[in-house]
């Protein structure tokens, strides 16, 4: 029996999700109304039922879409005549071609086109990361498929709005770029419900919900905040009743939705804002990852965007890599110059005890970087590879983010691969 973010939650390794997902029995459809249905899984997807058809938001992941499929098809067997994708991750599209049938209209917004070709672009150098972000095997790349090479399914794209009736129900489709470029809300006024995709609940946050990834780190342009600040206000202004989230639970009742998208709007902007008012006095990115906090009356966790990888992310989105130091304009990177620190201190012995000293003294990244040097000079210090490893537990014990864990997981199974092969 598949469960709620099963997938998502192998990915983010993170133990408090997993739990949370465990009480989830995705087996079960939701009747959302007795028109809306809804199958939770990674990512939910949606059926709307009308008297001339039917319409689904959304297909899931390509692994769990046909589950998806038959369980919606149980409550309604008739025709499906639109798709209305919100957004073009893996985890919604994957179940296009289960619907597709003659005469299906599939919908997205126009920068769904770029954005399925920039995945596909850049695949190769995706596959690595996501299979050590969602902790899997790497995905098989075939040979590059060009620029523009990926498989557009969509045969309805708008650029700001776009609206249908089908069977006397009228959707109303908005752009509201968010976590992706190309996210879209579904709006139904006769149900007064929206359909946001992910730029609420992220992979399925319980509440208090997380900030969200203005940046994820497996790799993706930087979010850009103001956009998904403007999108949360257009949700907001349609005063919904029921907010149906790409991942997790709907949200119920005006007031509930205001107050949770509200806080989650003005967090963003919180963080965005600090970001360019540093920026404007003249701080460095490092000193605002480490100088910017949510203020606890937000109530948002970090558990699966945190506010320093946002704050660079935002950073390095308005203004690229260059800080300014000629040093770093060139292709050497500081860790060229490492072997030579590691001859400069008498050999690797030294710096791994100031490793451990750091480590100590409660500072565990500074053992993680000092550990970097040791390794550029010798690949296969045991020494190095043991206060590395150290360092790494310490962090995984402590880390409150699922993705932070997730990568921690990463680092001490390749940490532990290159102890065993000494
Ligand atoms: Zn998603």
């Known amino acids: 029996m598949h469960r709620i973010l099963s997938v998502a939650l192998l990915l983010c390794a993170g133990v408090g999700l997993r739990a949370y997902a465990a009480d989830q029995d995705q087996t079960k459809v939701v009747k959302i109304n007795d028109s809306i249905y809804m199958v939770p899984t990674s990512g939910n997807v949606y059926m709307v039922t009308t008297p001339d058809g039917n319409v689904i938001i959304d297909t899931a992941a390509s692994d769990l879409a046909a589950e998806a499929k038959t369980l919606l098809a ?41 954005f399925v070709n920039y995945v596909t672009r850049l695949e190769g150098f995706f596959a690595p990361r996501n299979a050590a972000a969602f902790n899997r095997p790497p995905k098989e790349v075939g040979p ?34 968010g976590e992706t470029p190309d996210h879209l809300t579904a709006w139904i006024p006769a149900y007064k419900a929206a359909f946001i995709g992910d730029n609420y609940a992220g992979i399925g946050i319980p509440e208090p919900m997380s900030f969200p990834n203005i940046y ?33 639970e709907p949200i119920l009742g005006n007031q509930e939705i205001n107050q949770r998208l509200t806080r989650y709007r003005d967090a963003i902007q919180y963080v965005h ?118 360092a790494l537990n310490y962090l995984r014990e402590r880390s409150q983010n699922y993705v932070e864990a997730g990568w921690l997981e990463y680092g001490i199974t390749k940490t532990k691969e290159k102890l065993a092969s000494q």
């Open 273 to 390: 804002d600090a970001v360019v008012k540093g920026m404007n006095s003249g701080k460095d990115v490092f000193t605002l990852m480490q100088e910017i906090r949510l203020p606890p009356s937000f109530n948002l966790s970090e558990s699966f965007g945190k506010v320093s990888w946002s704050v660079r992310g935002i950073y390095d989105g308005y203004a690229g890599w260059f800080d300014m130091n000629p040093s770093t304009m060139y292709e050497l990177p500081p860790s060229s110059v490492y072997p030579d620190l590691v001859k400069a201190a008498g050999g690797p012995d030294p710096v791994v005890r100031l490793a451990l000293e750091k480590l100590n003294a409660g500072k565990p990244v500074e053992t993680l970087h000092l550990t970097d040097v040791v390794l550029a000079y010798d690949q296969k210090n045991s020494a190095a590879l043991d206060a590395r490893l150290k």
């Open 144 to 177: 590059w498929a060009g620029n523009y090479g990926a498989k557009i399914d969509p045969t309805i794209l708008f650029d700001q709005e776009y609206t249908f009736t089908l069977g006397g129900v009228e959707f109303q489709l908005f752009s509201t770029p």
């Open 74 to 114: 149980a409550e309604s067997r008739a025709p499906v005549k639109y798709i209305i994708l919100t957004h073009g991750h893996a985890d919604h599209i994957g179940g296009i071609p289960l619907w597709e049938q003659p005469g299906i209209q599939i919908i997205a917004q126009r920068n769904y086109v770029e």
């Open 216 to 248: 994820a780190i497996r790799g993706t342009k930087p979010r850009w905040a103001l956009d998904w600040i403007n999108s949360l206000d257009k949700v907001l202004a349609l005063k919904p009743e029921v907010v149906l989230n790409g991942h997790g």
